[in-house]
């Protein structure tokens, strides 16, 4: 398994550059969010090995009225991917603002569950030709996001696999998927086929592995066990010491057998 860093969450009392830095400088990939606020020159300068970045800036997924605005803003921003060496993009579905669901829906609908199979279809259609992988996120609409439809991993999953295109994977956020949902090693066996990558954090707070509920140890466990050698990320903030908090991540990831 590879290991990455958001450099969104760790080092935040340090311009962008010089966190991206610290994080390549212990041995981790490093993943984005916005690359449009981002000075892109020097972020390859750096030498870091990216991960993922968002990969959309507008619509949603699952909206008939904004799927095309998904993406639209999607081959706007594959150049970017393309020049920091970025495979996979991340999806949602809901358009988010500062995190927050940009028009909160609080029901499901038919359509949306076709909408939605139907635009991974054509982001895929479109990472083929660039040679990027478009990863839909699941996330948690109990507390950090509520108001985004077919945002749960159990529904991820299934847009995912009825999209049905190599080019369309899962970001598995197992954050998330313990608020929602819970049943984490179960989640990761069921899913594995169609994951891209996973990201963790702990359970409460959205710190490092260590802070809180969640056996990541048993779940390196199972993920070695199932043959994943895949990337995990780490999408959680620095409980105290961002250095410590990479160690602890780290740590949480080697196995000792």
């Known amino acids: 398994m590879r290991l990455a860093v958001c450099a969104e969450m760790v080092f935040t009392e340090l311009p962008f550059i010089e966190r991206v830095r610290r994080i390549h400088g212990a041995g981790f990939d490093v993943e984005l969010w916005d690359s449009r606020t981002k000075d892109i020159p020097s972020l390859k300068a750096t030498g870091a090995v990216f991960s993922s970045m968002t990969g959309y800036s507008a619509g949603s997924v699952v909206d008939p009225a904004t799927a095309d605005d998904v993406v639209r803003t999607a081959a706007e921003l594959i150049p970017t991917a393309v020049e920091l060496g970025i495979s996979r993009m991340v999806v949602h579905s809901a358009e988010l603002v500062d995190g927050a669901a940009a028009r909160p829906v609080f029901r499901s609908t038919g359509r949306m569950w076709t909408t939605g199979v139907r635009t991974l279809q054509r982001l895929g259609d479109l990472g083929e030709k660039h040679g990027v992988t478009f990863c839909l996120e699941n996330l948690n609409t109990i507390l950090?996001?509520?108001?985004?439809?077919?945002?749960?991993?159990?529904?991820?999953?299934?847009?995912?696999e009825a999209a049905g295109h190599p080019n369309v994977k899962l970001m598995l956020d197992l954050y998330h998927a313990q608020l929602g949902e819970g049943n984490l090693i179960g989640l990761v066996q069921a899913a594995l086929p169609h994951i891209g990558e996973i990201q963790v954090a702990d359970v409460p707070g959205r710190c490092e592995p260590g802070t809180g509920e969640i056996n990541y140890r048993a779940i390196a466990g199972a993920l070695a066990d199932a043959g994943y050698d895949g990337t995990v990320g780490m999408e959680a903030w620095a409980s105290n010491d961002s250095d410590d908090a990479l160690a602890a991540f780290r740590d949480a990831f080697t196995l000792q057998r």
């Open 144 to 160: 950090d996001h509520p108001g985004i439809p077919l945002a749960r991993a159990k529904d991820t999953l299934a847009l995912v």
